[in-house]
């Protein structure tokens, strides 16, 4: 459920540091736990986007998945700052601060309070397979240009999914992928080339705990 109600000092500290034209990737998830595919996705971005930070905003709980298991929040963002191990990747407990799981909640709070940023929503391409069930996934794709990650063998899932069909021409060529921040909304690329297919759930022990932790 959306919350309106942002005590603004607090939104300021959850956002991490940066100068206005910035060109900031978001890449949102439950990090539960953190891993090096994540570390990888970002940098990939980093490159290929020409971006100066990718900002991993850590959720109180994904509205899609059970959150049984769900490791306590401030858990799972110490973890994230030592996966990402890279200045140019910064961890955001944005979406606790503003009460929210909903991505649009979340962009919408941070091109309001933040308009001289540009944006670029980060996701896999499994998660653009169900982006069509995501909560006003039209007006996310209207309001932030989106940059999806290839993750064999579910390429042609996500390519063909509806949100695909939907969007498909506002999509980019990926050899113009470093122009994506600086394109208005809808506009999205599919980037392909990165080979690590590492994930949270194949890392996550059946009682919930992290596989390689006590």
């Known amino acids: 459920m959306s919350n309106n109600f942002v005590v603004p000092r ?3 500290q ?3 540091s940066h100068t206005e034209g910035m060109r900031i990737g978001l890449l949102g998830g439950s990090f539960n736990p ?3 595919a994540h570390r990888a996705i970002s940098r990939f971005a980093l490159t290929r986007l020409q971006l100066d930070r ?4 850590v959720t109180p709980g994904n509205p899609l998945k059970e959150n049984g298991n769900l490791h306590e929040l401030g858990e799972r ?3 994230a700052r030592d996966v990402a191990d890279d200045p140019r990747i910064e961890v955001s407990c944005l979406e606790s601060v503003i009460r929210t799981r909903y991505t649009i909640d979340t962009i919408n709070t941070l091109r309001r309070r ?3 940023l540009r944006f ?3 996701m896999g391409a499994d998660n653009l397979a169900q982006f069509h069930r995501w909560q006003d996934w039209r007006r996310i794709a209207a309001q932030v240009p989106m940059a999806v990650i290839d993750r064999p063998p579910k390429s042609f899932r996500a390519l063909a999914s509806p949100a695909a069909r939907a969007l498909a021409r506002y999509r980019l060529p990926e050899e113009k992928a470093a122009l ?11 980037l392909t080339g990165l080979k690590l297919n590492l994930s949270s759930t194949g890392l996550r022990n059946p009682d919930g705990s992290w596989k390689g932790t006590t």
Do not use: T
Not at 54 to 57: D, N, T
Not at 180 to 190: K, S
């Open 10 to 12: 607090f939104v300021a």
């Open 14 to 16: 959850a956002v991490p």
């Open 34 to 36: 953190p891993h090096q």
């Open 54 to 57: 990718v900002w991993w905003l």
């Open 77 to 79: 963002m110490q973890a």
């Open 114 to 116: 933040f308009s001289g």
């Open 120 to 122: 670029v929503w980060i």
């Open 180 to 190: 994506l921040a600086d394109r208005p909304a809808p506009a999205w690329v599919f």
